[in-house]
Each structure stands twice: as C-alpha cells, then as structure tokens.
C-alpha cells in the first residue's frame, strides 16, 4: 500500500475529490493547508485574484491505495489538477506498512 498525498490547488478540490470517488477510492482525508513551492513570495493567482504571499493557501488531499492504483490515480489527479501555471501543486507517495480498521480489527488491503 501506497499514501498517495496531493497538493493541489483550492479551486480543483470538488473535481478532483469527484474523480477519486468515481475511481473507486473509498476513503480520503481532505485539508485546507497554506504552502509555498519554489516561487516563494512571488505573485501567484488564487481563485482570479493575484497574490503576493509567502504562504497561498491549497488543499492537501490523502489517500491509502493498493500498490496496482497508484500510477492511475497520480494520472487521474495530474490530468485535473494540471492548468499549466505555476502553482499546481505536488504529488508525494510514502509507503505505508499497515492500516487498521478499528471497528472490525481487518489489516492490510482489506482495511483500506
Ligand atoms: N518540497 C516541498 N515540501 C513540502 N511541500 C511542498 C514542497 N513543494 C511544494 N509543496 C507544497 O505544494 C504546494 C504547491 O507547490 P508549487 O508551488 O506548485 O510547487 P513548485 O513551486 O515547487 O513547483 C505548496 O504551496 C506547498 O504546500
Ligand atoms: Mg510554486
């Protein structure tokens, strides 16, 4: 298994999110997150406005998968998340070793 963690712009959450969805990912964790890549403090636009921050807000998306989807789901986030400016975010994979359901006490893939 796989964290897959995107950051992404504010304005792509419900389309990307949707996407996920539809794909077949059952769980997700959704935050509101302020950042900076490389172009720190230089202007960048945020929902049509331009902003001069060392810190634009964006949304950290996490997801738990099998090893088999994450090469899908980085397309599938990429082909949505992707407007070509600066700012589109990143994509980060971890490896996770194991995932509890503590209703059931279900490890590994079946928990997921
Ligand atoms: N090296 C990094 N470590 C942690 N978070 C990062 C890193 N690079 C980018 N981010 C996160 O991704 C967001 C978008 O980055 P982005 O500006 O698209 O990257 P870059 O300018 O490096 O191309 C940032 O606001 C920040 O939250
Ligand atoms: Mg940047």
Do not use: W
Not at 73 to 102: C, W
């Amino acid at each position: 298994m796989k964290k897959i963690e995107a950051v992404i712009r504010v304005e792509k959450l419900e389309e990307v999110t949707d996407a996920l969805e539809k794909f077949g990912c059952p769980g997700m964790m959704v935050t509101h997150i302020e950042g900076h890549g490389r172009q720190k403090g230089i202007v960048e636009q945020f929902r049509g406005r331009e902003f001069k921050l060392n810190f634009i807000p964006k949304i950290k998306i996490e997801i738990i998968v099998k090893d088999a989807d994450v090469d899908k789901i980085i397309q599938l986030v990429s082909g949505i998340a992707k407007t070509g400016e600066i700012g589109d975010g990143k994509i980060f994979i971890y490896p996770v070793e194991n995932v509890i359901r503590i209703r059931t006490g279900e490890k590994g893939e079946g928990a997921v």
